[in-house]
């Protein structure tokens, strides 16, 4: 596979990524050749990656490949002949002569802002529309959603689920999976009113909980264990006491029907959240509420693109591919500094590893990748309830591996049209509007960006990517900070 002066795989056979988180990076040789390929130590020196050649770019070739966290060397066999790039880190490796290197480490997403990809991708010619055209289409949606109320976001029919704030948590647990609905808000009998919601995301944090050799919470508490005193505990957990050391309360978030889709989607953006009930109350005191629907950003996606149906052509900026649009979470490349990394799993890893990204990169869903890192599936928050199935939460998380997990929930009881929202994909010469679209169907949060014929994976675009304020001016004139959901 290599060329004989040099034989980087004298340690074949020993290398393995099996069960570890990997991070897919952007490899780039800018100088040409007929056939070009690299290899490194992320893949042990066994395999040569096949580079491939950029549209309109005969110069410029590229690669994504997984890497596990670390410090790694690298080369590039350009028509038979090992090349290091001399624009990237470099070094003298001894008998492999020059490399170049790259590091993969832990970064706290708290800390370092999302990466975002430039409006100039490997040197490609981009659309490029006016300042003015920006801005146009940024108002008018703005203006669009300021003049609709969230009473438009109420379907004709249908059922909305709300627990008992003192249901035992297992129970809530089994009821959100039998119902196959990933959050539900919660009723106070004694106050008379909704005083907040239980979500996937509990979940996740319980189960992690008993996983926790030092946890307070067993198994068996959970067929007593309240949602109020799952929350009382939550809430000692983040440190949210009153001076006297008693747990605040976290005032629930919601929408009247009268509220305008403006403010209810600021409310999506400045909570981090991916759900609001919509309740209305005809009392002043907002006595007797009546719990309406549970609103979300793809409902109000939805109502945007009905309204640019048969104008978008009007707004350039719709028509422009979304790797020229500052959007999304992007594979970084190699020799870009401070990017967040891009966290994706192969269906061997185990799901307790799954559940700890999820929670530490505060994601709501990871790519699950095979050996050529071509997308598989994905494995999301919500992908919690189907552990009710056959009390599959009590087994060791560490033995599960996400496959076995993404199984429980794809039973053959599941409808087809649930399980084509799973994995929804883009690619990056697809438009703004095409992608809106695709993000206001029902039940899909986010779409995996891939490269055309392999698969491979190149990004992330979700709900909140489109509707928060990434770029100046602001889609919305208001600040909005947010983390990626």
């Known amino acids: ?101 790259f590091d993969t480490r832990p970064v706290p997403a708290e800390v370092v802002p999302q990466h975002q990809l430039s409006a100039v991708i490997l040197n490609q010619a981009m659309p490029r529309i006016s300042e003015e055209d920006v801005q146009a289409a940024r108002h008018q949606i703005s203006a669009f959603l300021a003049a609709h109320t969230a009473y438009e976001l109420l379907p004709e029919s249908g059922k909305v689920v709300a627990l008992a704030v003192d249901l035992p948590v297992k129970q809530a647990f089994h009821i959100l999976a039998e119902q196959g609905i990933p959050v539900a808000p919660l009723w106070d009998f004694g106050k008379g009113k909704f005083v907040g919601v239980i979500s996937a995301s509990d979940f996740i944090l319980i189960l992690r909980e008993l996983g926790n050799h030092g946890s307070n919470l067993t198994e068996e508490e959970l067929e007593t264990h309240t949602i109020s005193a799952w929350k009382e505990g939550k809430a000692y957990m983040n440190g949210q006491v009153d001076g006297h050391g008693r747990p605040i309360p976290r005032q629930i978030i919601f929408a009247g029907p009268s509220d305008n889709l403006k403010d209810v989607a600021l409310k999506f953006l400045q909570n981090g959240v991916a759900t609001i009930p919509v309740i209305h109350s005809s009392s002043e005191d907002g006595s007797f509420p009546q719990l309406l629907h549970l609103a979300s950003l793809s409902g109000i996606l939805k109502c945007v693109c009905r309204y640019f149906k048969h104008c978008s052509g009007s707004f350039p900026m719709l028509q422009l591919p979304i790797c020229a649009i500052p959007l999304g979470t992007w594979v970084p490349r190699i020799g870009e500094s401070n990017s967040r990394p891009f966290s994706m799993l192969r269906p061997n890893a185990s799901l307790n590893s799954a559940l700890n990204m999820l929670v530490q990169a505060r994601v709501s869903s990871i790519p699950i990748v095979d050996d050529n890192d071509s997308l598989l599936d994905v494995y999301s928050r919500s992908d919690i309830t189907a552990l009710a199935k056959g009390r599959a939460y009590t087994h060791n998380l560490n033995d599960m591996t996400v496959y076995q997990a993404l199984q429980l929930g794809q039973d053959s009881n599941t409808p087809n049209e649930l399980r084509s929202q799973r994995c929804q994909m883009c690619l990056r010469t697809d438009s703004l509007l095409r992608v809106m679209k695709q993000l206001a169907n029902p039940g899909v949060r986010r779409l995996v960006i891939v490269e055309a014929g392999s698969n491979r994976v190149e990004g992330v675009i979700s709900l909140t990517d489109v509707f928060r304020c990434n770029s100046k001016p602001p889609l919305f004139r208001r600040d909005c900070n947010t983390s990626h959901r």
Request: aromatic share 12%.
């Open 1 to 101: 596979m290599f060329a004989s002066d040099m034989n980087p795989a004298r340690d074949a056979g020993r290398f393995s990524t099996a069960g570890m988180v990997l991070f897919p990076v952007q490899f780039t040789w800018l100088y040409g050749g007929r056939n070009v390929a690299v290899s490194g130590s992320f893949n042990g020196w066994t395999e040569l990656v096949r580079m491939s050649q950029v549209e309109g770019c005969p110069n410029v070739f590229k690669a994504v490949c997984a890497v596990p966290h670390g410090s790694h060397e690298y080369k590039f066999l350009v028509d038979g002949e090992w090349r290091h790039d001399e624009q990237q880190p470099h070094k003298n490796a001894g008998e492999y002569g020059m490399v170049n290197t």
